[in-house]
């Protein structure tokens, strides 16, 4: 049973950093991708950056390219990260993590893209203040 869990939101001022981590557990993270998206009040959810363990291929969103990076942990591989810089106040949202296996879609931007995983983490709250 896929299993998720976010780590490390907050309350940062602008332009500064924060990292989330997802610890997964219950399947094996190299068959799957994994996903981060985020949600603010009102709004709708949507992909953040999606990564494909088996050969590394990442996707951003167009607003967080060169701001924010997604990361598999090298020692702990059940372990997946969101490194966030330069955040801006319209970052606020809260983040989940998320995970499907390859085979649900054509390519990894379509997970970010759909923002329709079948597993889904509880969330963490990104709140970055002006």
């Known amino acids: 049973q896929v299993h998720l869990v976010e780590s490390g939101g907050g309350l940062v001022q602008s332009g500064g950093s924060l990292r989330l981590s997802c610890v997964a557990s219950?399947?094996?993270?190299?068959?799957?991708?994994i996903g981060w998206f985020r949600q603010a009040p009102g709004k709708e959810r949507e992909g953040v950056s999606c990564?494909?363990?088996?050969?590394?291929?990442?996707?951003y969103a167009d607003s967080v390219k060169g701001r924010f990076t997604i990361s598999r942990d090298n020692a702990n591989k059940n372990t997946v990260y969101l490194q966030m810089n330069s955040l801006k106040p319209e970052d606020t949202a809260v983040y989940y993590c998320?995970?499907?296996?390859?085979?649900?879609?054509?390519?990894?931007?379509?997970?970010?893209?759909?923002?329709?995983?079948?597993?889904w983490g509880q969330g963490t709250q990104v709140t970055v203040s002006s």
């Open positions: 219950g399947f094996n993270l190299d068959y799957y991708y």
């Open positions: 998320a995970a499907d296996p390859v085979a649900t879609y054509f390519a990894v931007r379509a997970m970010c893209i759909m923002a329709d995983s079948g597993s």
């Open positions: 990564l494909s363990n088996s050969d590394g291929t990442t996707y």
